[in-house]
């Protein structure tokens, strides 16, 4: 599908509502993350060392922030090339934390799922499936290429 300039648009703008309250957004991800998926709670350095929920972890908003930042750029890079292109450095860094974490494909489904709901509460009366979809393609994408190399480095 052509990701075009108006899908590149909806997802600059509904990252720009996320960046009004990044605290409240990242942790609300993060939260349903462990609402589909209670079992991937151990998975998370943040969680395995405290029982208490991270309120206000500042790793827990850094890798929640980079998540949304890198699906945005994917966003630009589909519309500007056709096609999300990872720097190998960054790429191989991230297939290596997940590969290490125990982050198998089927784990892709359930961020997905937790990242399109927060931008759908994030956006109120913004929302619309459009957005969603545009959202939708450019995580797949970027997965992909994470899957990709999860997949080389097993
Ligand atoms: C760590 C991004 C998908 C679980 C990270 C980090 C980033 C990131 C930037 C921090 C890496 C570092 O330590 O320098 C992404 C992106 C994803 C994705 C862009 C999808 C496009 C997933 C999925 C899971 C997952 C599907 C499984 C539920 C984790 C875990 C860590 C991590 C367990 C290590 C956290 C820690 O304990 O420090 N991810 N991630 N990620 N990610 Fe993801
Ligand atoms: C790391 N990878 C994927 C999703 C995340 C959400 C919150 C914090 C860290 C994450």
């Known amino acids: 599908m052509v990701f075009t300039e108006k899908k590149e648009t909806l997802v600059k703008d509904s990252w720009e509502l996320l960046k009004l309250d990044i605290p409240q ?4 991800f993060f939260s349903l993350i462990l609402e ?7 998975m998370f350095s943040f969680l395995r060392d405290s029982d208490e929920f991270p309120q206000n972890n500042p ?9 949304f930042k ?31 974490n ?23 009366e913004k929302w619309s499936d459009e957005i969603g979809c545009a959202w939708g393609e450019a995580y ?4 992909s290429a994470i899957k990709d190399e999860i997949a080389k480095e097993e």
């Open 140 to 143: 797949d994408q970027l997965a």
């Open 70 to 100: 890198m699906t945005c750029e994917s966003a630009i890079q589909l519309r500007e090339k056709g096609e999300v292109v990872v720097p190998e450095t960054s790429l191989k860094h991230l297939g290596s934390v997940h590969l290490k």
């Open 59 to 67: 790793k827990l908003k850094a890798h929640a922030v980079k998540v």
């Open 36 to 42: 589909i998926a209670p079992a991937a709670k151990n």
């Open 25 to 28: 957004h990242s942790l609300r």
């Open 102 to 124: 125990g982050v198998i494909p089927l784990h892709f489904e359930v961020v997905k799922e937790a990242l399109l709901r927060t931008i759908k509460e994030a956006s109120g």
